[in-house]
């Protein structure tokens, strides 16, 4: 059985680990596999680029190499060769220079793209994207003549980097479209004490500011919100958000939404079509469905990608977006997504001692979980969140330093 996989991060190292571990069952069942990858670098963890940046990480420890000693089915992998097109009817991937490139079985595993502002000279000197390891590696060639740092997009990524930039020492200045940061994260207030917390340590945002034209013209020098105000900058780093890469399918009769479109068994619309990762949109807890991007997400997907595409029938168990900030003093962590409509909020507020916990039940389930100064929960929050643990009784108890698993069973 012919197998290609399209791309080569986190889902797709899944993917090969569950293939491996197939074949370590069933030996007479070898497939012959083929990645293809617009990069040319080997797999990397993209969820750790930032500690590569700041010189915490090495090349090698970034590395998710496959298995020591290669797989023990035949492995090609094709770096450097994007795929442009597939026939989903000749079960052929089309690639950039013209080669088609045959499969029984197709994973799509290609990731998501950085969201671009609608200003012109994104292309030029001096803009920045940080999602891709030869952009990380780019950057760090511009840091030792870089002093101040203009991010467009105050979400996750973008406040990851602003952290790691002041603590290298440099002049950061967030701007955000929208009126706080960590939209996507945590609630209103948790932010604004967070941003509070940071700019004590000498960060300054613009919120409700989007950036409307850049400065400069050779090299762009600065950004101009939409207020007029001009802000000046050696380094201008886009970070607001990604979308699912799915441009590749248009062209198919693969259906999508805002990502590719996935059953519980990773299937796409054709069913010898898979898709996993950020590029999948996926069936939450709710029965609902979404695109969650993270490390996670992925490396699960992947694994049951994997695992039906060599025949074994297994289902995906949803995971929670899962949000974390460690570098700044004090752990910031979201897990799950709130609804905006029903729902009961169980909120704690210790903020002489820095420590802040929202949680969000429905229907008798934790759906979301948001805590500042806090960190030895996480897991367990997780677990619930993931696993739909009913929580009725146990309500009154949730917010307590002392919550551990053994209420769960007592």
């Known amino acids: 059985m012919k197998i290609a996989i399209i791309g080569y991060g986190p889902a797709a190292i899944g993917a090969l680990d569950a293939m491996e571990w197939h074949v370590s069952l069933h030996r007479e069942e070898r497939p012959d596999v083929t990645v293809i990858c617009a990069e040319k670098e080997d797999p990397y963890a993209p969820m750790f680029l930032i500690k590569y940046l700041t010189g915490e990480l090495t090349l090698g420890q970034l590395s998710i190499r496959p298995k020591a000693g290669g797989y023990a089915f035949p492995f090609h992998a094709l770096l450097g060769c994007r795929a442009v097109g597939i026939l989903d009817r000749e079960k052929k991937v089309v690639l950039e220079d013209g080669r088609e490139i045959g499969f029984d079985k197709l994973l799509i595993a290609n990731g998501a793209t950085p969201i671009l502002p609608p200003v012109k000279g994104l292309d030029m000197e001096g803009v920045f994207f940080l999602s891709r390891l030869h952009e990380a590696e780019k950057i760090s060639r511009a840091l030792p003549a870089t002093r101040e740092v203009v991010i467009v997009g105050a979400g996750a990524m973008g406040m990851e980097a602003a952290i790691a930039l002041r603590r290298l020492g440099k002049g950061v200045t967030v701007v955000e479209r929208l009126d706080q940061i960590l939209p996507q994260t945590l609630s209103p207030h948790l932010a604004g004490y967070v941003q509070g917390r940071l700019e004590?340590?000498?960060?300054?945002?613009?919120?409700?500011?989007?950036?409307?034209?850049?400065t400069g013209k050779k090299r762009r020098t600065g950004v101009v919100t939409r207020s007029g105000e001009e802000i000046e900058g050696d380094m201008i780093l886009l970070t607001a958000g990604?979308?699912?890469?799915?441009?590749?399918?248009?062209?198919?009769?693969?259906?999508?939404?805002?990502?590719?479109?996935?059953n519980d068994?990773?299937?796409?619309?054709?069913?010898?079509?898979?898709?996993?990762?950020?590029a999948a949109e996926s069936?939450?807890?709710?029965?609902g469905y979404e695109l969650v991007f993270n490390w996670y997400s992925a490396i699960s997907q992947g694994w049951i990608a994997g695992c039906n595409m060599m025949g074994q029938t297994k289902d995906f168990l949803f995971c929670p977006m899962l949000s974390a900030l460690k570098e700044i003093g004090f752990p910031v962590i979201s897990i799950g997504r709130r609804s905006t409509e029903g729902g009961e909020l169980l909120s704690r507020k210790e903020e002489k001692r820095g420590i802040f916990e929202e949680i969000s039940v429905r229907n008798g389930f934790v759906e979301s979980y948001q805590a500042i100064g806090v960190k030895e929960k996480a897991g367990l929050m997780y677990s619930m969140i993931k696993n739909r643990k009913k929580v009725d009784r146990l309500k009154k108890d949730l917010l307590t330093e002392s919550f551990n698993a053994t209420r769960l069973i007592s």
């Open 200 to 214: 004590a340590q000498g960060m300054e945002f613009r919120l409700g500011a989007g950036v409307s034209e850049m």
């Open 265 to 278: 068994r990773m299937q796409t619309s054709i069913p010898d079509i898979y898709a996993a990762g950020d």
């Open 283 to 287: 069936r939450n807890a709710q029965g």
């Open 242 to 262: 990604v979308r699912p890469n799915t441009d590749l399918v248009k062209s198919s009769a693969i259906g999508t939404h805002h990502g590719i479109m996935v």
